[in-house]
């Protein structure tokens, strides 16, 4: 099994940056793809930003520019860099990891973590 914890939420005036971090622990498991995800109150979950192996990167259009999604391998965590917040990106935000383990692929997730931008 695979378990992964985020850090790094809270309340943050208009404007201002955060970052998150996730890190995956268990044994035997390799890690393909890592992303993150958000869900506001009464919004369906959006993807925000995705990195794979090949620090290939994706992002929602609402973030590019302002976001910046990183991993290191060695740690076994991706971050999310969040700059000039912005009150509409206020949500739960959640990691995924495309893991491997004893040949089968599985989607993990982690707990989520409140982001706040409001004055």
């Known amino acids: 099994q695979v378990q992964l914890v985020e850090s790094g939420g809270g309340l943050v005036q208009p404007g201002g940056s955060l970052r998150l971090s996730c890190a995956a622990s268990?044994?035997?498991?390799?890690?393909?793809?890592m992303a993150w995800y958000r869900q506001a109150p009464g919004k369906q979950r959006e993807l925000v930003a995705v990195i794979t192996t090949g620090d290939n990167t994706n992002y929602a259009d609402s973030v590019k520019g302002r976001f910046t999604i990183s991993r290191d391998n060695a740690k076994n965590t991706v971050y999310l860099q969040m700059n000039s917040l912005k009150p509409e990106d206020t949500a739960v935000y959640y990691c995924?990891?495309?893991?491997?383990?004893?040949?089968?692929?599985?989607?993990?997730w982690g707990q989520g973590t409140q982001v706040t931008a409001s004055s």
């Open positions: 995924q990891m495309r893991v491997r383990v004893a040949g089968q692929w599985d989607d993990y």
């Open positions: 268990g044994s035997m498991f390799v890690i393909f793809s």
